[in-house]
């Protein structure tokens, strides 16, 4: 009979929440091997051995081998084991600091596909908008028959440059100057931006006129046109920059042509001058 301090391998298993066959392997390898053998040759462990098996899972979850713990276990020394503890807890952190900003990026775009699910498509509304982190690109280069493509392409690279530790995935919509949209130009964004929540620029509070629409990448023209003739049927005026985006597009849509386009323009309402004008 084994002393009272002593425990069976089922019991230490469920101490340790493993197996008896996890056990039965940990020792065949040289891992951990119980503490002795009773006459009837079965395995016994003590308490004071639930503390190293509790570590052993652990490095495991952290991606270590048993190789490497047997390697461990074998050169021992306070040193060793104090250099291996530091390294881990580096990668622990780099881990959690990769699945906060993956976790960011997904409520970023959960949160836009949500706001559209409930939308009427063919409403303008009128709403006013709390202000929103976003990176703000560069003004693009059209020169030399550069494209949007071309200009979406330098977007990635000085962003990737500037904030080398960013995560690039985020969905990224088009930027244009008051002025462009006012003057019916609104074919080519004059910067690309996307939401972050750790972006320096922002995207202001204030009153916007919000419009939607179905189509493919650039096929924003009767958009364009409809919001102008409500902003001026309706008495107001752009007054800031305006934001086009594409919150259900080819990451939840498989036709492009059933992309949603919604455009977001700052306004205020008309003073007297304007409307003499």
């Not at 940990?26 to 053998?37: A, E």
């Not at 048993?66 to 952190?93: A, F, G």
Request: net charge positive; proline share 4%; charged share 25%.
């Amino acid at each position: 009979m084994p002393d009272r301090g002593l425990l069976s391998v089922h019991a230490f298993a469920k101490l340790s929440r493993t197996t008896p066959a996890t056990l039965h392997h940990y020792d065949r390898i040289g891992i951990l091997s119980p503490y002795t053998r009773g006459k009837n040759k079965y395995r016994y462990y003590t308490s004071g051995q639930l503390s190293l098996i509790n570590m052993i899972r652990t490095l495991q979850k952290l991606g270590m081998s048993l190789d490497e713990i047997r390697l461990l276990k074998n050169l021992r020394t306070p040193e060793n084991i104090n250099y291996l503890l530091n390294d881990q807890v580096i990668k622990i952190d780099r881990q959690i600091k990769n699945w906060i900003e993956s976790r960011d990026l997904l409520l970023t775009v959960q949160k836009t596909i949500r706001s559209c699910l409930q939308v009427d498509e063919n409403a303008i509304r009128v709403k006013h908008l709390p202000a929103e982190a976003i990176i703000l690109g560069n003004i693009n280069d059209y020169s030399a028959r550069r494209n949007d493509y071309d200009a979406l392409l330098q977007f990635y690279r000085t962003i990737s440059d500037k904030y080398p530790e960013l995560d690039l995935n985020y969905p990224v919509w088009g930027f244009f100057s008051e002025e462009r949209i006012k003057s019916g130009d609104w074919h080519l964004p004059d910067r690309y931006y996307f939401y972050n929540p750790q972006g320096h620029d922002k995207r202001p509070a204030g009153l916007y006129v919000i419009a939607y629409a179905r189509g493919g990448y650039g096929k924003t023209d009767y958009l364009y046109t409809r919001c102008l003739n409500y902003i001026d049927e309706n008495k107001l005026e752009i007054c800031g920059n305006i934001y086009e985006e594409y919150p259900l597009n080819e990451f939840c849509i498989v036709d492009e042509t059933r992309y949603l386009i919604r455009v977001l323009i700052p306004v205020r309402k008309k003073s007297a001058s304007s409307r003499k004008n």
